[in-house]
T-cell receptor
Framework: AQTVTQSQPEMSVQEAETVTLSCTYDTSESDYYLFWYKQPPSRQMILVIRQEAYKQQNATENRFSVNFQKAAKSFSLKISDSQLGDAAMYFCAYRSVLGAGGTSYGKLTFGQGTILTVHP | NAGVMQNPRHLVRRRGQEARLRCSPMKGHSHVYWYRQLPEEGLKFMVYLQKENIIDESGMPKERFSAEFPKEGPSILRIQQVVRGDSAAYFC?????????WGYGYTFGSGTRLTVV
């Protein structure tokens, strides 16, 4: 079974600065997807960015980018020019492409989350 | 496109009562997933359903919990004889039928916060 670990329970950053959130995972699969989700106090789960394991190029979405190190099984999220609206809980998640008997399609495994505080 | 709709947003039940949580997937989505988020924890997979079929229920507790996704109507997560430990946020997500593009992730609802008193 896959596991996802976020070793930083809390992080803080000054507005306009850059912050990096860490995520490591354990898997024996070679093909999979990785995601970062944001959960503000409203509780809504918002997809921030995704990475396909077979692509070497790191994904980028505006101020959000990832550092995907497949061999090290590391998937960190970098937030540039941090804004007050970025304050939230951030979850790293893993998704198999193929599962045993086809029953693991779509199942996400989440890390424990990192609470990000943005200081004005 | 209304997104994934969950209701109620908040639900309070006394110990021993039944809780019914509803999820209407996005239009065109035929796959539904339920997750549970205990306080201060990440989301944990519970069950994956397609219309009229349970595909993967490996994360469901063995007793008191059941889920369905009928041909017509919303998906229902049912918890019988609730206990305090069932207090959590329950999220539903949906995705379209697809082959490869699992990488689009899926769309989550806003969750139902269940409080057992």
């Amino acid at each position: 079974a896959q596991t996802v670990t976020q070793s930083q329970p809390e992080m803080s950053v000054q507005e306009a600065e850059t912050v990096t959130l860490s995520c490591t995972y354990d898997t024996s699969e070679s093909d999979y997807y990785l995601f970062w989700y944001k959960q503000p106090p409203s509780r809504q789960m918002i997809l921030v960015i995704r990475q396909e394991a077979y692509k070497q190029q790191n994904a980028t979405e505006n101020r959000f980018s990832v550092n995907f190190q497949k061999a090290a099984k590391s998937f960190s999220l970098k937030i540039s020019d941090s804004q007050l609206g970025d304050a939230a809980m951030y979850f790293c998640a893993y998704r198999s492409v193929l599962g045993a008997g086809g029953t693991s399609y779509g199942k996400l495994t989440f890390g424990q989350g990192t609470i990000l505080t943005v200081h004005p | 496109n209304a997104g994934v709709m969950q209701n109620p947003r908040h639900l309070v039940r006394r110990r021993g009562q039944e809780a019914r949580l509803r999820c209407s997937p996005m239009k065109g989505h035929s796959h539904v997933y339920w997750y549970r988020q205990l306080p201060e924890e990440g989301l944990k997979f519970m069950v994956y359903l397609q219309k009229e079929n349970i595909i993967d229920e490996s994360g469901m507790p063995k007793e008191r919990f059941s889920a369905e996704f009928p041909k017509e109507g919303p998906s229902i997560l049912r918890i019988q004889q609730v206990v305090r430990g069932d207090s959590a946020a329950y999220f539903c997500a949906s995705s379209p039928i697809s082959t490869r593009p699992w990488g689009y992730g899926y769309t989550f609802g806003s969750g139902t916060r269940l409080t057992v008193v």
